[in-house]
């Protein structure tokens, strides 16, 4: 039988290049780590697989004892194995559908499949993104700005105590041999990888844009010169950091110690006494991984006009709009990332 989705339609195709079009300005963490293509035989396990180091300690860095590779004259020395570390996890799918009546697709002024489109696309960048944001910031690694513990945090990453605790973060990487970020996804509806300037990225919510403008040494974006930033919302840098931010990378809400009233953030405003504390994530290269939504076999879209009559629709009274993607993300290597969780300060 001759259907509509027997032979892949035009608006299917741009439908589906409109949606990662309007997902794409969403995407911040999405752009980063490990990326893998949503494999062709559509399995629901991803694999991410490395080799570790010769010599590998506990925290995945090499630990080197020189004179166990001391030779002996005329003696061959003990050979070595390569060990692969794999990470397995399981793929979901999520979507997002829209309907409309034939009487609007046909009468109303505006395009209102077309903004359908652009609506999902958006409405799945944003789910993209608090995916990984959900497993970036469940790391094992954290540094209180004050206390010991969350319900203690009621200081704000600004100034030179701020600046200390980078520098922290930093060394916790750098004894762990993270590599700084080299690369990041394309920006592009395709699948593909652009070299960007090494460092160590620092993702955090668009409140703190104020305290960190207020770290010594900070860099605002329009200062970087022949530097090119790493990502559109990318603010500045100090030192060997370059600071992301993003409305997705929510707070713990009056979670942290106690403050005076208006001060700090407290339950998204100033009103409350109770800090919120939010999470910065410091981080480098292939700390964590994820399927890209990116390229042909990464959405799966749905555009069923009003028209199209089948046994469900008769009369052609109504149509769809919509996409399914399948997703995962999961930390690889906890000693790559660290969080750092701050109160912010009110304005």
Not at 271 to 280: H, L, N, S
């Amino acid at each position: 039988m001759q259907t509509y989705s027997l032979v892949a339609s035009r608006n299917l195709i741009m439908a589906e290049r409109e949606m990662l079009k309007h997902a794409e300005p969403i995407r911040v963490l999405g752009s980063f780590g490990m990326q893998k293509e949503m494999p062709q035989n559509k399995t629901d396990t991803i694999v991410f697989r490395r080799a570790l180091p010769i010599d590998a300690a506990a925290n995945g860095a090499p630990n080197i004892d020189v004179n166990s590779y001391i030779l002996s004259e005329g003696v061959t020395p003990g050979s070595r194995s390569i060990t692969y570390q794999d990470v397995q996890c399981t793929l979901q799918q999520y979507g997002v559908l829209m309907k409309l009546s034939s009487k609007a697709e046909a009468l109303y002024e505006d395009d209102i499949p077309k903004d359908m489109s652009k609506l999902v696309g958006e409405h799945m960048g944003s789910i993209e993104e608090l995916i990984g944001y959900g497993v970036v910031r469940g790391g094992t690694n954290v540094i209180y700005l004050n206390g010991t513990a969350r319900s203690a945090v009621n200081t704000a990453l600004t100034g030179a105590a701020g600046l200390n605790k980078l520098r922290q973060a930093a060394r916790i990487l750098e004894s762990a041999h993270a590599s700084r970020v080299t690369e990041r996804l394309a920006s592009s509806v395709n699948y593909g990888t652009t070299a960007v300037e090494p460092g160590y990225l620092v993702f955090c919510h668009t409140d703190m844009e104020a305290d960190v403008r207020n770290i010594p040494g900070f860099t605002p974006l329009v200062e970087y010169g022949q530097v090119k930033p790493v990502h559109s919302r990318e603010i500045g840098s100090v030192e060997q950091f370059r600071f992301i931010t993003s409305p997705y990378f929510k707070p713990f809400l009056v979670a942290g110690g106690t403050v005076t009233a208006g001060a700090f953030l407290s339950a998204g405003g100033t009103a409350g006494t109770t800090a919120d504390v939010y999470p910065v994530v410091v981080m480098g290269q292939d700390a964590w991984g994820q399927v890209a939504l990116k390229g042909m076999s990464a959405i799966d879209p749905t555009y069923l006009p009003a028209k199209t009559k089948s046994h469900a629709n008769p009369l052609g009274q109504y149509g769809y709009v919509g996409a399914t993607f399948w997703k995962t993300a999961v930390r690889l290597n906890e000693t790559w990332m660290t969080r750092i969780e701050t109160a912010c300060t009110g304005l």
